[in-house]
């Protein structure tokens, strides 16, 4: 099964002349203070490389293997399973996800130092560990047919903050094409995401979940394409799930069919009651939860 690429974009996808200037500027900016820093690896702090041999090597041994993930996201969606019918007796399972690591340790700085840092020589290395998570979901899953790839929008304060889009430039590294405006923020959505204090980070899973819902909104070009087409999502990291939740309820509401996600990097739950459960308990295997008495806080 190979995973697809997206719509061809039209004209009135591409970014404002304007933001592309300053998107440029500011990349040049980076790279020329890059030539004149030191630069650090960013899994043990070697200099002058942004990811030293022996880092390297781990990294590619920690994301070789993509395996499945939704249990330690709670805030994922409910849907019935695949192949499993539908109806009222239809035990509701979480959305697939397909994670190629966990978020922690050296996987985490690296996907930081990419992310928050824009050290974009390390796509050499996360751009196959996205790859595999991505080929795994579509293995898994077993869409129909070649499905869109979808990634959250950015937000206006995220454009801002960087000069690059991380998910869709690691797709696009590894011969990836995600589908682009399809879903965007509302203008509510975009317009608080520039106050003060309006990250994510800091936040629960309910708290997250209330201050996401009803953020994205499907465009015109959305309309005509979702519905009936299959779909997988795709993401950075994969934390409570609310991002996916939301954007899994835009696509799902204008008919798209989702067949699950694919992430980089899967946080652990916090809860004692999730400690010791990892890979060996995320088995590639619906993870079934009852619709009425789940640990979701709607
Ligand atoms: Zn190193």
Same mark, same amino acid.
């Given at each position: 099964?190979?995973?697809?690429?997206?719509?061809?974009?039209?004209?009135?996808?591409?970014?404002?002349?304007?933001?592309?200037?300053?998107?440029?500027?500011?990349?040049?900016?980076?790279?020329?203070?890059?030539?004149?820093?030191?630069?650090?690896?960013?899994?043990?702090?070697?200099?002058?490389?942004?990811?030293?041999?022996?880092?390297?090597?781990?990294?590619?041994?920690?994301?070789?293997?993509?395996?499945?993930?939704?249990?330690?996201?709670?805030?994922?969606?409910?849907?019935?399973?695949?192949?499993?019918?539908?109806?009222?007796?239809?035990?509701?399972?979480?959305?697939?996800?397909?994670?190629?690591?966990?978020?922690?340790?050296?996987?985490?700085?690296?996907?930081?130092?990419?992310?928050?840092?824009?050290?974009?020589?390390?796509?050499?290395?996360?751009?196959?560990?996205?790859?595999?998570?991505?080929? !795994? *979901?579509?293995?898994?899953?077993?869409? &129909? #047919? %070649?499905?869109?790839?979808?990634?959250?929008? @950015?937000?206006?304060? =995220? /454009?801002?903050?960087?000069?690059?889009?991380?998910?869709?430039?690691?797709?696009?590294?590894?011969?990836?094409?995600?589908?682009?405006?399809?879903?965007?923020?509302?203008?509510?959505?975009?317009?608080?995401?520039?106050?003060?204090?309006?990250?994510?980070?800091?936040?629960?899973?309910?708290?997250?979940?209330?201050?996401?819902?009803?953020?994205?909104?499907?465009?015109?070009?959305?309309?005509?394409?979702?519905?009936?087409?299959?779909?997988?999502?795709?993401?950075?990291?994969?934390?409570?799930?609310?991002?996916?939740?939301?954007?899994?309820?835009?696509?799902?509401?204008?008919?798209?069919?989702?067949?699950?996600?694919?992430?980089?990097?899967?946080?652990?739950?916090?809860?004692? !009651? *999730?400690?010791?459960?990892?890979?060996? &308990? #995320? %088995?590639?295997?619906?993870?079934?939860?009852? @619709?009425?008495?789940? =640990? /979701?806080?709607?």
């Amino acid at each position: 099964m190979s995973c697809a690429a997206g719509p061809p974009r039209s004209p009135r996808s591409r970014r404002p002349a304007r933001g592309a200037w300053a998107w440029s500027v500011r990349r040049l900016l980076r790279e020329v203070a890059g030539v004149i820093s030191p630069v650090w690896c960013a899994g043990c702090g070697r200099e002058d490389v942004v990811l030293c041999g022996d880092c390297g090597e781990l990294l590619r041994d920690l994301t070789r293997r993509p395996f499945r993930a939704e249990e330690q996201a709670l805030a994922l969606p409910l849907v019935p399973p695949a192949g499993g019918g539908e109806g009222a007796d239809v035990e509701l399972v979480a959305l697939p996800a397909v994670s190629a690591s966990r978020y922690e340790g050296l996987v985490a700085r690296t996907v930081l130092a990419y992310k928050d840092h824009e050290v974009t020589g390390l796509a050499r290395v996360l751009a196959p560990a996205l790859h595999g998570a991505v080929t !795994g *979901a579509c293995a898994q899953l077993h869409p &129909a #047919s %070649a499905p869109l790839l979808v990634c959250p929008p @950015s937000t206006p304060a =995220a /454009r801002l903050r960087r000069s690059h889009r991380p998910v869709e430039h690691l797709l696009g590294a590894c011969g990836l094409r995600p589908a682009s405006g399809l879903v965007a923020p509302t203008k509510s959505a975009a317009l608080r995401s520039l106050l003060p204090g309006a990250g994510q980070k800091a936040r629960g899973m309910g708290a997250r979940r209330r201050a996401l819902r009803g953020t994205l909104r499907i465009t015109a070009a959305g309309r005509r394409i979702l519905p009936g087409t299959e779909v997988i999502l795709v993401d950075d990291v994969l934390t409570t799930g609310a991002t996916l939740h939301e954007l899994h309820r835009a696509l799902a509401g204008a008919g798209a069919v989702v067949r699950g996600a694919a992430v980089l990097a899967a946080s652990r739950r916090r809860s004692p !009651g *999730a400690e010791g459960s990892g890979r060996a &308990a #995320s %088995a590639c295997r619906p993870t079934p939860r009852s @619709s009425s008495g789940s =640990a /979701r806080d709607e």
